[in-house]
Every structure is written in structure tokens, then in C-alpha cells.
């Protein structure tokens, strides 16, 4: 399977939004339409705006486009904070107030997924649907006696650890919690081998990782604050359950699955969404775990035509 470029792999020219005295970058592209809501596309961990690239061109002439770097990643600020998902959360929500200035569709990958899920869980006036490409996010890992019998199949109870193994189990969390073992990690994980690297693993389609991707995802690492951010999104407490969230959800949501992802198991992780939202719309493609960047000629059509059948 090749990867099949669509109009243009040059990122868009952006510009800057002030929020809370950070300087926020973004994309925009496409007219504002009438009956079409706007698009915002979230990126993924150490991911931007130039990861939608194939994107925002083969859905600007049907949408107005907005793509946005998360505060601490892309060519947004980096500034040492405490980084969850309520804070890209409201982020997100004050984007869509001050400057799309009407409520949008959010489409995120992996940890994009899960704050734009925040998002339209929690501030339902921003978002008019979400769509979710093998998004990040716990479910919660246990759950009372009434809930229904299937969720139990699905939830694996804890391994039961020997005292070794748990004895070198934190050994190990303390020793990444000491500033020279994350500074060391830090300097690690953002070489551009590394991340070739683990890219191929994550995409099913190994031409689709071109020197250009890596080159875009190295970049940020070498800001000023990167470090910081990098300790803090890993140390940082785990967010509202996605199960949580789908309760409070009002709106349309569309899934699209990378089946092929080696992180998730996307079938498994599908019938836990389905459980908790079960009118949502999905999709299985022959990707790894950032569809709409290795597989754009399948993504933006699905997400155009549901985008339009949940506008008229």
C-alpha cells in the first residue's frame, strides 16, 4: 500500500492567537459556508498543525479549516505548567469563542482526540460534533456491580505483582522522576532516528514516514520549555475517564480507527466507545495510529461526508 499525497504536503502559513499570555499558533484555511460548520483539527503528543497538512488542503475547499498547536507543543509557547486535558480543554473552547467565533467540529488524533473529547463533553457550547482518530484517553478500570455484564468482559482486573516485581516497578518510576534520567530520556526520544524509528512501528504504510514527518516532528523538541513539558505531560495526573466523558456527551460523534495501530487495540478499545455512546458512526482502516496523516485519501472524504450529513 503507498501513501498517496493529497493537493499538497507543504504546511499552510499560520499566525498567532494571545491566550493567557502564551502566544498560540494556527492555521487557517477555506471560507466561512453557510450550513457548514468549521473544522478544528487537533494534533497528537510531540505532533502540530503540519501533521494535518494532507488534511486541511483536501478539506479546505469544502470547509473553513482551522488547525491548532496545544499550549507546550508545535510553534505554540512552552511554558512550565501543568500540563491535562482540562487545560488544552479550555484551550480549545476559547479558540472556538474568540477567534472561529462559532461552534466548530472537532476532529483530534490520539491525545488531540481526548481533549477535543473534553472539549465537547464539557463545554457543549463549542462544539456542534467530534470526531476521534484512535484517540487517547483511560476508560475507568473498574466499575460498580450494576453496569452491564459486557463491560466487565472487557475490563481485564489488575496482574496480581510479586513483591519483586513490584519492588522493581517503582524503582523504575522513581528513577524517571529524577531530572537527570528525564533530561537523559528527554534527549533520547526526540533524536531524529529515534522518531523515524517509532514512526514505522506506528505506521502500517512505512513510505508515509517521509524525512519531511520527521523533520516536523524534531523540530519542536528543540524549543526552549520542550523539556519541561515533556516531564510534566508524563507526571501530570490522569484526566476525566473517557467513559465519564461520553456521558456527558451531546453531540455527533464519528470514529475512525487505524486498526493497524500497535499502541491500542482498536476493536476492543471501539466496543468500550459503542458501550458508553452507542449512536456514534465508525469506520476500520488500513493504517496505524495516525490515520488522517497515512491513509488522507480515505480519511477526508469519511470525515467530509459525516460532517455534512450531521449539517443539513
Same mark, same amino acid.
Given at each position: ?12 502559513p499560520?499566525?498567532?492567537w ?7 499558533y ?5 471560507? &466561512?459556508?453557510?450550513?457548514? #460548520? ?22 479546505c ?7 491548532i498547536d496545544?499550549?507546550?507543543?508545535? /510553534? *505554540? ?10 487545560l ?6 476559547d479558540?472556538?469563542?474568540e477567534?472561529?467565533?462559532?461552534k466548530?467540529?472537532?476532529a ?7 481533549a477535543c473529547?473534553?472539549?465537547a463533553?464539557? /463545554? ?16 475507568s478500570?473498574?466499575?460498580?456491580? *450494576?453496569?452491564?455484564?459486557?463491560l &466487565?468482559s472487557?475490563?481485564?482486573p ?11 516497578g517503582?524503582?523504575?518510576k ?11 530520556l528527554?534527549?533520547?526520544? /526526540?533524536?531524529?532516528?529515534v522518531?523515524?524509528q517509532?514512526?514505522?512501528?506506528v505506521y ?8 519531511q514527518?520527521? =523533520?516536523?516532528?524534531? /523540530? ?9 513539558v ?6 501530570? #495526573? &490522569? ?7 461520553l &456521558? ?7 470514529l475512525?480507527w487505524?486498526?493497524?495501530?500497535p ?6 478499545? *471501539?466496543?468500550?466507545f459503542r458501550?458508553?455512546?452507542p =449512536?456514534?458512526? =465508525? ?14 485519501n ?8 459525516w460532517?455534512?450529513?450531521i449539517s443539513?
Open positions: 500500500m503507498q501513501a498517496t499525497t493529497v493537493t499538497s504536503t507543504n504546511p499552510i499560520g499566525q498567532y494571545q491566550w493567557r499570555g502564551h502566544k498560540i494556527y492555521v487557517r484555511a477555506g471560507e &466561512k459556508r453557510s450550513q457548514r #460548520p468549521p473544522l478544528l483539527l487537533v494534533h497528537g503528543f510531540g505532533a502540530s498543525t503540519d501533521h494535518w497538512r494532507k488534511n486541511i488542503t483536501g478539506l475547499n469544502d470547509f473553513e479549516v482551522f488547525a496545544l499550549l507546550g507543543f508545535g /510553534r *505554540s509557547a512552552k511554558p512550565n505548567l501543568q500540563y491535562s486535558g482540562d488544552w480543554r479550555d484551550q480549545l473552547h479558540f472556538i469563542s477567534v472561529i467565533g462559532e466548530a467540529v472537532l483530534g488524533n490520539s491525545l488531540g482526540g481526548y473529547l473534553c472539549t463533553s464539557q /463545554r457543549p457550547e463549542s462544539a456542534v460534533g467530534v470526531v476521534l482518530l484512535n484517540s487517547a484517553g483511560p476508560f478500570e473498574t466499575e460498580s456491580t *450494576s453496569e452491564p455484564e459486557t &466487565k472487557q475490563i481485564q489488575p496482574k496480581q505483582q510479586s513483591p519483586l516485581q513490584k519492588l522493581l517503582d524503582s523504575v522513581w528513577m524517571f522522576q529524577q531530572p537527570l534520567a528525564q533530561f537523559l528527554f534527549q533520547y526520544v /526526540r533524536q531524529g532516528w522518531i523515524r517509532t514512526l514505522e512501528k502500517l504504510d512505512k513510505s508515509a514516514v517521509t524525512d514527518l520527521v =523533520e516536523e516532528l524534531a /523540530r519542536p523538541a528543540y524549543d526552549e520549555g520542550a523539556l519541561d515533556f516531564v510534566s505531560v508524563f507526571s501530570s #495526573p &490522569k484526566g476525566e475517564k473517557v467513559d465519564v466523558l &456521558k456527558q456527551l451531546t453531540c455527533p460523534l464519528l475512525l487505524g486498526e493497524a495501530d499502541w491500542m487495540n482498536a476493536k476492543e478499545r *471501539s466496543q468500550k458501550l458508553y455512546y =449512536e456514534l458512526t =465508525e469506520h476500520f482502516l488500513q493504517a496505524g495510529h495516525c490515520p488522517h496523516d497515512e491513509v488522507p480515505q480519511v477526508n472524504p469519511l470525515l467530509r461526508d460532517v455534512l450529513s443539513q
